[in-house]
């Protein structure tokens, strides 16, 4: 039935589906740079038009509705959305959870077709009250429950909350002091824990997203390449493997471009990158800005992953960026967010994050589980 509703819709309504498609991607702002660009450009040509029914006829209507009425059951032949991994973000609140409990959360991820997951961060370091370091204990339990899954886990170093502090200072020293810290205590930790040795263990990841506002003069990408030159050696040293970080497209007005960023870096420093879709705070339109870094890429043969956001954010009150509200997004933008994605050659695409969004007690989350559920099944 799903073949012969496929042959049928291709033949009789690819034209009025490929303009409908186009249409919500002009009105959303997404280019269609991609090797589908001509698909939609060929569909429309008259030959394809269902004959002897003028544009507006009532025939033409009816033959229309029926075609894609026989669509409906493409419904449920379509693949569902493959996410690769997850990240996991470690609070206070996880160093009391039992073995048992991160045994039922990691088996849950998997079941949702995980193959890896991306640990934030090991501890967070900064003010006294709030730095803290997860025992070894919790993460040998992650990587034990993971490997018994088959799941690959990627650690990330401790991370240091003053981050967004530092890079906006207008001293520079205060800059180099917080680099060269977390530069070393990152450093430390990768040499000095025994976690690659795991089976489990796939990599350690660095916890600071770049963007190309904060990074966008040559004077402020030296430091920054030299920053992650001393971590990525640490991290090749350590486990053999280029270490990932995030990078995502900032709105603020610059000079600086991702792909200028990235280009530079990538010329200096072993990096494996992780690119934010931007989709849960700018919508889909943000693949558009990501365009050019994911040609940029493709064309040097670098390896990255696409990070799918899995929540929408909500209006707050304050429009200064101190506060995200936020729910779970619905499947279908899910879907359409994987779809897209996928057309950029990516090894991986990875969900921020399946916990909470998927997993959260609200409404909202449980229609995406369920949904989720129902496409795998």
Request: proline share 6%; hydrophobic share 45%.
């Amino acid at each position: 039935m799903c073949e012969q509703a496929v042959v049928f819709c291709k033949y009789s309504v690819t034209g009025l589906a490929h303009l409908v498609h186009l249409n919500l991607r002009v009105r959303a702002g997404l280019l269609m740079r991609n090797p589908r660009h001509n698909a939609w450009r060929n569909a429309t040509r008259k030959d394809n038009i269902v004959p002897a029914a003028a544009p507006d006829s009532p025939l033409r209507r009816r033959l229309l509705a029926a075609a894609l009425v026989a669509c409906l059951p493409m419904a449920a032949c379509t693949t569902p959305p493959e996410i690769g991994g997850s990240f996991v973000q470690l609070w206070r609140s996880h160093l009391e959870w039992t073995p048992a409990q991160w045994r039922e959360r990691l088996a849950a991820t998997h079941a949702l077709g995980c193959k890896e997951i991306f640990v934030q961060w090991v501890g967070i370091d900064g003010e006294p009250d709030n730095t803290w370091m997860a025992p070894d204990a919790l993460i040998r339990t992650l990587l034990d429950e993971s490997a018994a899954l088959e799941m690959g886990v990627h650690l990330g170093v401790p991370y240091d909350e003053r981050w967004w502090t530092a890079i906006d200072a207008t001293q520079a020293n205060a800059l180099d002091a917080y680099l060269q810290r977390t530069g070393k205590r990152a450093a430390a930790y990768m040499q000095n824990a025994g976690w690659t040795k795991h089976p489990a263990f796939r990599g350690w990841y660095l916890p600071y997203e770049l963007e190309q506002y904060h990074w966008a003069t040559p004077f402020r990408i030296d430091k920054l390449s030299a920053w992650l030159g001393a971590m990525s050696e640490a991290a090749i040293a350590t486990s053999g493997r280029a270490p990932t970080i995030s990078t995502y497209f900032s709105k603020l007005p610059t000079l600086g471009t991702l792909t200028d960023l990235w280009g530079t870096l990538l010329e200096r420093v072993q990096l494996h990158p992780m690119i934010q879709d931007g989709v849960g705070v700018a919508g889909m339109s943000n693949y558009a800005a990501l365009t050019p870094l994911f040609s940029m890429l493709k064309t040097r043969g670098a390896r990255f992953d696409i990070i799918l956001e899995l929540f929408e954010e909500l209006p707050s009150q304050k429009n200064d960026g101190t506060e995200f509200n936020a729910i779970a997004a619905d499947f279908g933008r899910v879907k359409r967010q994987w779809e897209t994605a996928r057309q950029y050659g990516a090894d991986r695409l990875v969900a921020f994050a399946i916990d909470p969004w998927v997993f959260d007690d609200t409404p909202g989350s449980k229609a995406l589980l369920r949904d989720w559920k129902a496409a795998l099944s």
